[in-house]
């Protein structure tokens, strides 16, 4: 009765509440004033606070909470006996809760009770009361006698709170009544109750719904958590601003498998829009309980909906706007920041914790991320979560590993998603710093260079994100990788310490000591890594005011000893070393904030200190040629580096004697004879000054190489016994190329105090060889073989120097120095076949000797084998000659039509195809040639240049036109094309060389491109697009051209077969340098973003010029993609059409879009069937066509838009073709598929096959029937092709095959037991029927035995359900049954 009346009283009660709600709040605030003036315990003759008083509480008025003085259980008990004693019970309990009723209608009162109860301390009574004590209401509430009555009196009393906002008294009234309910010994109506608050959800504001909600789960007995999950569940549909709650409340329930998946459904899809703060309790509900058969599919789902950019964006504007506010609002603004950052840690604790508890979640993560084969699919999220499992799950590490390793080279993970994650979670990644070193460790050890990328990476970012403890074991790690020996190691750690100490010095320097150790195991050094560490030693050592003398101290101990050796390795890391040092001495220093700090007021002992070393240096150079050209090289160098930023004392010390050497040296006055015995003639030649009245200079090379070579033995040990300098031909182009950088430096880039070197011509002899090697001694062929490298070498210093000169007259002398570049390079592949194992004259002086050794024995055989050929080369040479001055008289002077310029190249075998430009023979002795500076390239800028040749009176008397002809655009294309394959390395290119060549012989050549940044080659590659694209046009428009005049025949009679072999060759090398530079993997950072923009925008201006300005980079890359699918038509072989293919694959990656994959796999389908033929008239083949047939092939079937069509079609139309074809036929709709190739179409489409086959996907419980079904049938067929196949075998009688049947044989019985076991587990064994099977061949006829021609041949198949397992499982495992007429066969599956 007392229940039911206190039910109609609240319902009463809440029709009335809004009209009472002004009353209620006045009522509020007169009972506040009134517990404020009395203090104390509350005294009265009610029956409530009789009775509780003598149960052993006090209650309180005011702040004071109420006190116990006895233990809770004594309390309940007693106050239970007193009702049940008293003479009015059970009305006693009626008047006993209508006084607890009058009690709590004051608030404080109403608070106390809600409050935990205080315990009295008194004499005799520290044991009787416990430390904690519940409320008075929940103590009340664990008397059977009185819960229905509370709980009725707290239900009413909640809708007084529903408007009350958290604070307005101090106390959450709603969460306090809440949390009354929870965790009770005993509930004698739970079902009641629990409606009761689902009726208050339904009618309560948003806070209280929430704690309401968020209770349930320390509320509900074990057998309502289902019934009411479902009902809370429903919540989630209706109200979006409960999900938070309901996910929480959920994750605490035990819900059945289909309402976890519906719900996990629901919460999966508001992911994205969830707020930042919520996102962990909605990622806890998702990764709560997932089954193993589920967990991929989940995890799948979860990280294609967890995008941590949405994170990042509030923390970015936050920052942002904090700049622009005052100093209060951006301290505001800094706790918003640290909030979200918060949030975001606790969402991967959340994470961290399902990974470490939940079995199965760390490997469907993994197996998520395995599965993610789109580059723009892979997230920050993979990678910060694989770095949790790898500091969680100590077992799935090497799993981890391997999943990077796969996916690094591909592009998937690349270092701005590291970046990223550093720069943005760093709060989060702190704690896996131990997993992130130990990677970088590993990957350092790969032998893949991206890999090895990556891993330095991670070291930077640690490094500049984490606090000293980190760093310093950041710096250990590098250090031991250094000494640790391994090459790669050292140069990629000593490159990542270069990098700290330029970005990082004030922080790096507090850990010198652990630098400065790697000097005890310099053995191990080569002469790049030397310049490298004492740069980072000179750099920490002189980068501060209060310099570390300790550590200048060791360097120059270390230098001393290495420059007094007589080793020349030791001498030659001495004086990389010295002079790295010096150039750490002498440059300007710049403070903090970037502004220059001029050292004009240098200590008198400091400037000392630096002339001696550069005396000393330079002393014990002189008696060394070799030491020599290092010691001019490194001071070259360190202009070059140090431009306009070394001291001005330094730079007069470089200079003063450097112009008197050389002129000393190199240079004498050109006179009509020359003094001395010579081993060939003297004659001055390639001189372009014609006016030789005005006492022109010469280059005195051939004077100087016959004296060393014929006084190497004498005369040098004349010179160092009377303690002068050595003279020798090798430190020609390094003295030069000091003096030029000395002068540029000194006049701010002007030339015009050396420019007459640029003109000046050099003593050599007569270069008429032709005929004339065999018969030359071999002294005198090797003789004339190192003049010649010392010739090419000058003039590639030469045109290293003048090529950025504005003049037009030394513009095209420097075009001319190329043409004679050109020449020489002809002449030397002469003269080096005609010379065997000749070893040429060192020109790169800052490598080991040794490393050029195993190249030249190579070279020289192949040279041996050409030797017969010399003849047909000299005649190709005297036709390109006479199309030479054909070609100069043409006005026009498109590209087309002057390629024939310098022809020094000819076929050595026109029946193999082979072209003999004497530039692929020269590409072994790169060692041996100087290095092309990068502003060479310039040059490609030039188009037609008008050069005057005047009369003695100075008049105009004729005019010469110079260009740029095929021959030196090859030349330069080359080098290019080498150059920026070298420094920007595809994020997806494996390179098997990185370690198979050599020590260092991947930077040999490269050694000053190697102190530029692949950010500033790339911007030097970007600046050369537009006459790239010039160059490249001009190609096209002679092929097409070409194609039209011979009818598209390629070996038309009008062919010219030189003039298509340089033009092909140059069309080839402009796409590899287009590819080269997009395929650069540092297009993806965001600080080169408008870089990108910029080299898209020069292609895109060759369809819309003028259009392009305010393009999207979408729009750019589509009008980029389609500029360069025109030239699709006019490539000339099949190796240009590969190379043109990849660089449309490369743009279109940016991003690629489905239209794009289209048109790439119609190009490459075209190209696949069109027919190639040579210039001799035959079919392309050898191994690199069809090494470049497999790439191509590959690239179509990984863009087709469905493979297995593409497929069917070649196997269904192109092979039948080719069989049908004559022995040297080929399919006629895929020309390029002929017996030849027929194993490289064979290989691929097997392997697809395979790949799609793997791809497809298992079946899944929440499949429809139909896609069910469907599988079945599908493996119903698979195992009769199986069938057929082993019949096959068995005919034929191939033992090969044969021995693989038992083991077939034997997977499929194991494949229907199985089938079985799911069907009897599901319940469905009706399901499965099996049938006899005929004997059949591949073609479908039925094999006939005595036991099939005796049967019915109508017979056949025989439905036989709920046969015997074993039995039913041979009829179907077997091909002819379990017949007792088959026992043999059945015996070999046995």
Not at 905 to 912: F, I, P, V
């Amino acid at each position: 009765m007392v229940s039911k009346r206190k039910l109609s009283k609240s319902d009463a009660h809440g029709d009335s509440l809004i009209a009472e709600l002004p009353q209620t709040k006045k009522s509020r605030i007169s009972c506040k004033e009134k517990t404020s003036a009395e203090v104390g315990v509350v005294e009265n003759n009610n029956i409530f606070v009789q009775l509780i008083k003598s149960a052993g509480i006090t209650l309180n008025a005011g702040e004071r909470q109420n006190d116990i003085a006895v233990d809770q259980a004594t309390f309940q008990k007693k106050l239970c006996q007193i009702l049940r004693m008293h003479p009015f019970y059970p009305r006693i309990v009626q008047e006993f809760v209508s006084g607890l009723e009058t009690h709590i209608k004051d608030r404080d009162q109403f608070r106390n009770c809600l409050l935990p109860c205080a315990p009295v301390r008194g004499e005799g009574m520290r044991n009787l009361v416990h430390s904690y004590c519940e409320s008075l209401i929940k103590l009340l509430l664990g008397i059977e006698t009185l819960q229905p009555a509370i709980i009725t009196v707290l239900l009413e009393k909640l809708p007084e709170f529903f408007f009350d906002t958290v604070g307005t008294f101090g106390t959450n009234f709603p969460r306090l009544i809440v949390n009354q309910f929870k965790w009770l010994d005993k509930i004698l109506d739970s079902k009641d109750l629990v409606m009761k608050l689902m009726q208050m959800v339904s009618v309560s504001p948003a806070p209280i719904q929430h704690d309401i909600i968020t209770s349930l789960p320390e509320i509900l007995e074990d057998s309502q958590q289902s019934e009411v999950a479902r009902e809370v569940s429903q919540l989630l549909k209706r109200d979006n601003r409960l999900t938070v709650p309901i996910l929480d409340a959920l994750s605490s329930l035990d819900l059945d498998a289909g309402l976890l998946a519906e719900v996990r459904q629901s919460a999966m899809i508001i992911v994205p829009a969830v707020k930042l703060e919520d996102l962990p309790v909605v990622i806890k509900f998702i990764l709560h309980n997932i089954k193993a058969v589920d967990a991929v599919e989940v995890i799948s789902a979860l990280r294609k909906n967890l995008d941590l950019s949405s994170c990042i964006l509030p923390l970015q504007m936050l920052s942002s706007q904090s700049k622009l506010k005052s100093q209060p609002q951006m301290s505001s603004s800094t706790s918003q920041v640290s909030s979200s950052q918060n949030c975001v840690k606790l969402l991967f604790d959340v994470i961290k914790s399902a990974v470490r508890f939940q079995k199965g979640i760390s490997e469907a993560w993994i197996k998520a991320i395995e599965n993610t084969v789109c580059v723009s699919d892979h997230k920050v999220l993979d990678l910060i979560v694989l770095l949790l499992i790898h500091t969680t799950n100590t077992k799935s590490r090497k799993q981890i590993e391997r999943v990077l390793r796969n996916k690094i080279p591909l592009g998937c993970v690349p270092e701005q998603l590291l970046q990223s994650a550093f720069r943005n979670h760093s709060l989060v990644i702190k704690d896996f710093f131990p997993s992130i070193l130990s990677l970088a460790q590993t990957f350092l050890h790969s032998a893949d260079p991206c890999v090895v990328s990556f891993g330095s990476c991670m070291y930077k970012q640690a490094f500049a994100a984490f606090d000293s403890y980190c760093q310093q074991e950041v710096v250990s790690a590098l250090v031991t990788h250094v000494c640790g020996g391994n090459d790669v190691e050292m140069d990629i750690s000593l490159d990542v310490l270069t990098d700290l100490v330029t970005l990082h010095t004030s922080s790096l320097i507090r850990y010198a000591t652990f630098v400065k150790n790697i000097l005890d195991y310099t053995e191990k050094l080569n002469p790049q890594q030397i310049r490298k560490l004492f740069y980072i030693l000179g750099e920490l050592a002189f980068s501060q005011r209060q310099e570390d003398s300790y550590i200048q101290d060791d360097m120059h101990m270390v230098i001393r000893k290495w420059l007094s050796s007589t080793v020349p390795k030791y001498k030659q890391m001495g004086i990389i070393g010295a002079i790295t040092v010096a150039g750490s001495m002498a440059a300007k220093r710049h403070k903090e904030d970037g502004c220059s700090l001029e050292r004009t007021q240098q200590s008198e002992e400091h400037c000392r200190q630096l002339s001696i070393l550069l005396d000393l240096v330079s002393y014990c150079c002189e008696q060394s040629p070799e030491a020599l050209a290092l010691y001019y090289d490194e001071l070259a160098n360190l202009i070059e580096k140090q431009k306009g930023n070394l001291d001005s004392q330094i730079l007069e010390r470089i200079g003063k004697s450097v112009v008197e050497d050389f002129s000393n040296d190199f240079v004498v006055d050109l006179t009509p004879a020359v003094d001395g015995v010579h081993l060939f003639p003297v004659k001055s030649l390639y001189n372009l000054d014609e006016d030789e009245s005005q006492g022109t200079i010469v280059i005195n090379l051939l004077p100087l190489l016959s004296q060393n070579w014929l006084g190497k033995s004498v005369d040098e040990n004349t010179t160092r016994n009377q303690g002068k300098k050595i003279v020798s031909p090798e430190c020609l182009s390094p003295s030069f190329r000091l003096l030029r950088l000395y002068t540029t430096e000194q006049h701010n880039g002007s030339m015009e105090e050396i420019d007459a070197l640029l003109g000046c011509p050099l003593h050599l002899t007569d270069l008429e060889i032709e005929g004339k090697l065999d018969s030359l001694a071999k002294q005198e062929r090797e003789f004339l073989c190192s003049l010649l490298f010392h010739s090419l070498n000058w003039f590639r210093e030469v045109v290293n120097a003048f090529c950025q000169q504005q003049d037009l007259e030394m513009k095209g002398k420097v075009l001319t120095r190329l043409q004679n570049i050109t020449e020489l390079q002809n002449m030397l592949g002469k003269c080096l076949a005609a010379s065997p194992g000749y070893v040429p004259p060192r020109a790169i002086f800052d490598c080991e000797a040794l490393e050029a050794a195993p190249t030249i024995n190579a070279v020289g055989l192949v040279k041996k084998k050409k030797t017969g050929e010399k003849k047909q080369k000299s005649e190709g040479s005297k036709d390109s000659s006479a199309d030479h001055s054909q070609m100069e008289e043409n006005p026009e002077g498109n590209q087309p039509e002057a390629e024939t310029t310098q022809l020094e190249k000819a076929l050595l075998d026109t029946t193999e195809k082979k072209s003999g430009i004497p530039l692929v023979q020269l590409q072994s002795y790169r060692a041996f040639f100087r290095e092309l500076d990068l502003e060479v390239f310039t040059i490609l800028h030039c188009g037609l240049l008008t050069k005057s040749i005047l009369d003695s009176e100075m008049h105009t008397e004729a005019r010469e036109i110079v260009q740029l002809g095929p021959a030196e655009l090859v030349f330069l294309l080359d080098d290019l094309c080498q150059k920026l394959e070298h420094i920007l390395i595809p994020p997806a290119a494996k390179r098997a060389p990185f370690l198979k060549q050599g020590k260092a012989c991947r930077k040999i050549g490269f050694s000053h491109l190697c102190q530029r940044s692949s950010q500033e080659v790339a911007q030097c590659a970007v600046e050369l697009l537009k006459p790239l694209c010039n160059h490249m046009e001009n190609m096209h428009n002679y092929f097409q051209a070409l194609m039209t005049e011979n009818q598209g025949v390629v070996d038309g009679p009008r062919v010219d077969i030189q003039e298509h072999q340089l033009m092909s060759s140059c069309y080839q090398q402009l796409l590899q340098a287009f590819r080269f530079l997009f395929a650069w993997s540092g297009f993806s950072q965001r600080e080169n973003s408008d870089l990108l923009r910029s080299a898209l925008k020069v292609l895109a201006d060759r369809l819309k010029p003028g259009e392009t300005g305010f393009l999207l980079l979408e729009d750019l890359i589509s009008e980029s993609f389609h500029y360069l699918l025109n030239f699709q038509h006019s490539v000339p072989n099949f190796q240009c059409a590969l190379t043109l293919t990849q660089l449309l694959i490369v743009i279109a990656e940016k991003p690629v879009a489905s239209w794009k994959k289209d048109k790439i796999a119609s190009l490459a389908k075209q190209f696949l069937c069109q027919s190639w033929m040579q210039l001799s008239g035959t079919r392309e083949k050898g191994s690199q066509f069809s090494d470049a047939l497999h790439t191509l092939l590959c690239v179509y079937m990984e863009h087709t838009d469905n493979i297995l069509k593409a497929v069917e079609d070649i196997s269904s139309v192109g092979v039948p073709e080719l069989i049908n074809s004559a022995n040297d036929g080929y399919s006629s709709t895929y020309p390029t598929l002929t017996r030849q190739t027929f194993p490289v179409f064979f290989q691929v489409m097997m392997a697809q096959l395979e790949n799609s086959a793997r791809s497809i996907s298992a079946g899944k419980p929440s499949d429809s029937s139909e896609v069910q079904l469907e599988k079945l049938l599908h493996w119903n067929m698979t195992v009769r092709d199986f069938h057929i196949l082993v019949n096959l075998v068995k005919i034929h009688q191939d033992l090969g095959l044969t021995n693989h049947v038992p083991l077939l044989k034997k997977s499929l019985e194991q494949f229907v037991y199985r089938v079985k076991a799911m069907l009897a587990f599901n319940h469905c064994q009706e399901a499965f029927w099996v049938g006899i099977l005929k004997n059949r061949d591949l073609q479908g006829e039925e094999i006939l035995s005595q036991d099939s021609e005796e049967n019915d041949p109508g017979e056949g198949v025989s439905q036989l359900p709920r046969e015997d397992p074993a039995e039913g499982e041979g009829d179907i495992s077997g091909s002819e049954g379990r017949s007792k007429h088959n026992d043999d066969d059945e015996e070999s599956s046995e």
